[in-house]
């Protein structure tokens, strides 16, 4: 039984000067032209497919493919040293092409600024210290508390509840009965 051809997951990110992309399909053939990658490749009984027209044009020549574990890595060399918008040439969001936040940088990152965690998210740029009290659960100590409530009485304007009564229909004809509408 033949099933239908299939686009693959294919995570980007870029610097100034390179491209970088995973596919994650452990058999298959990568074609890379001056300004497009092809891929042809077979996972379990499925059959994928890529044909991407990249932004604009690499150098195949510098370009470098790695195949490790089932999943091949490219690093495209661009022709021309700088930003693209987007990964194709065409403006369209494909839902095959995701973006790639382990190996992400910004525009104005400086080259000797690496990602300090894999996946680019440390938790300790937060003050959170890699979550203390989590070991063992043992009644979560490390985790702190709020350090109580704020004190609101300063507020001021706030109406005074405490003086409504449990029966208030009597209280308020108490105070019908005293109200003279002179």
């Keep these: 039984m033949t099933s239908a051809v299939r686009h693959p997951v294919v995570l980007w990110a870029q610097d100034d000067s390179d491209v970088f992309l995973t596919i994650e399909v452990p058999d298959g053939e990568v074609t890379l032209g001056e300004k497009s990658v092809d891929f042809v490749g ?3 009984d499925d059959k994928y497919e890529l044909n991407l027209t990249l932004f604009d044009k690499v150098n195949s020549e510098q ?15 661009k022709v021309e ?40 998210f440390d938790m300790s740029q937060f003050g959170m210290g890699g979550m203390g009290g989590m070991g063992g659960m043992g009644g979560m100590g490390g985790m702190g508390g709020m350090g109580g409530m704020p004190d609101f009485s300063s507020m001021g304007g706030m109406p005074d509840f405490g003086a409504m009564g449990d029966e208030g229909g009597e209280e308020e004809e108490d105070e019908e009965e005293g109200d003279d509408h002179e």
């Design 81 to 120: 040293d700088k930003w693209w918008p987007r990964l194709t040439e065409e403006e369209k969001k494909y839902s095959y092409i995701k973006t790639d936040f382990s190996r992400w940088r910004d525009e104005d990152e400086s080259d000797d600024e690496k990602p300090a965690a894999p996946g680019g």
């Design 42 to 44: 077979n996972k379990d």
């Design 63 to 77: 370009s470098v493919l790695r195949k490790s574990g089932g999943v091949f890595y490219y690093h495209l060399k």
